[in-house]
């Protein structure tokens, strides 16, 4: 790509100022340093010329090359008229963009004795460029050029040459004013490498930080969704034991409020999991103890112990009847269920429980041997 066509929509890096010192107040125009050539490490002070004012094409350039725009300080360049400037004196080179490449400019003013060299930007409206800074570099090897270079604006091109056409200042015969160029380093250039470093070095550890974020707000509201309405739990039916049969009762009841919890080390309580159902003519079970009891009595009137914490229900024990018609103490059922909502059989297993009812031969076979085939958990989701 031609540098003429540069990056113009770049601004990082250093900035300089041309200023023209001898006028009073004095002009300053911004610049942007070249990015070859001298840095422009403390300022450069010389008269400013314009290269078109003592040189003109060489006469061994090709005819459809002789016609190229003022100014432009192309190669190859011959000595135009008497006036030429003083090789001991301290000149900075004016020139115009357009028709080769900077670097071609500044090695040609090096050639020609400058000190250093101001390119000017080209007319907008003839080239389509905005008017703007440019950063100016070479497409080919540029370590022959020893000398700085700095880029202006078009309108400050037009004005600065337009001074030096009316000042009445001379240098060898030739029209000029004293101009300085300086720099500034902006602090980015320091800071862009450390900057970036750091980018580079955190990007991977802020990237997995906002995927666990998203896992677990995402992971929150699944388990939000998945837990039971405290206020739909609370309504269920519940029952309490009197020792010789079941108290049933409807409504919202707190177990928190009324009944404590009952805490027991399943570990110090061994029960077989398939263990078959004790002789139900015992006396101590409150099924076998209810006076109102029939052979019709339906199967989950039956349930003689809570199959979490796998402790007999006893008189004074509340116990909340689920829809699937299986009983529990309402202190850890409700938790249970206002944190889980499911109870499958991972859960069962994982917690060292398992409902013995489902596998308990009763008066109605067949609803057990449907039973069996499901997979022992609780769809409360349905209800």
Not at 27 to 56: H, M, W
Not at 88 to 96: F, M, T
Request: aromatic fraction near 10%.
């Amino acid at each position: 790509m031609n540098s003429e066509k540069g990056w113009w929509g770049w601004a990082w890096g250093a900035e300089s100022t041309v200023t023209i010192v001898d006028r009073s107040p004095v002009v300053s125009f911004s610049s942007r340093p070249a990015a070859f050539g001298a840095e422009i490490n403390s300022p450069i002070l010389g008269y400013v010329l314009p290269l078109s004012s003592f040189t003109k094409t060489c006469p061994s350039i090709p005819n459809s090359l002789l016609d190229p725009p003022p100014n432009t300080g192309c190669p190859d360049l011959c000595s135009d008229g008497p006036h030429f400037p003083d090789a001991s004196e301290s000149w900075i080179a004016l020139v115009q963009r357009g028709k080769c490449e900077f670097v071609n400019k500044v090695r040609e003013a090096q050639r020609l004795g400058a000190r250093a060299v101001v390119v000017g930007g080209d007319d907008p409206e003839v080239s389509g460029y905005p008017d703007t800074l440019v950063n100016m570099y070479s497409p080919e090897d540029a370590s022959d050029v020893q000398i700085a270079a700095t880029f202006i604006k078009y309108s400050d091109y037009i004005e600065l040459y337009r001074l030096i056409s009316t000042s009445n200042t001379s240098h060898a015969g030739l029209r000029t004013l004293s101009l300085l160029i300086t720099a500034e380093y902006s602090a980015w250039e320091w800071y862009s490498p450390i900057i970036t470093f750091i980018i580079i070095l955190l990007l991977p550890s802020i990237l997995t930080f906002v995927t666990l974020l998203i896992h677990r707000v995402r992971a929150a509201r699944a388990a939000q969704r998945d837990r039971a309405p405290e206020e739909f739990v609370h309504s269920l039916p519940w029952r309490v034991w009197t020792g010789s049969g079941w108290e049933k009762h409807e409504g919202i009841e707190d177990a928190d409020a009324v009944s404590p919890s009952f805490d027991v080390d399943i570990e110090s309580h061994p029960r077989p999991i398939y263990e078959e159902v004790e002789d139900q003519s015992e006396s101590s079970s409150p099924s076998s103890s209810d006076p109102n009891q029939d052979g019709n009595q339906p199967w989950f009137e039956s349930q003689t112990e809570c199959a979490i914490c796998l402790s007999d229900f006893e008189k004074g024990d509340k116990v909340r009847v689920l829809p699937c018609h299986h009983l529990f103490h309402m202190h850890e059922v409700d938790e249970w269920l206002i944190q889980r909502k499911k109870l499958t059989l991972h859960n069962l297993l994982n917690h060292n429980f398992i409902i013995q009812v489902f596998l308990q031969p009763t008066s109605h076979p067949h609803h057990i041997m449907k039973l069996r085939k499901q997979r022992l958990f609780f769809r409360t989701n349905a209800l």
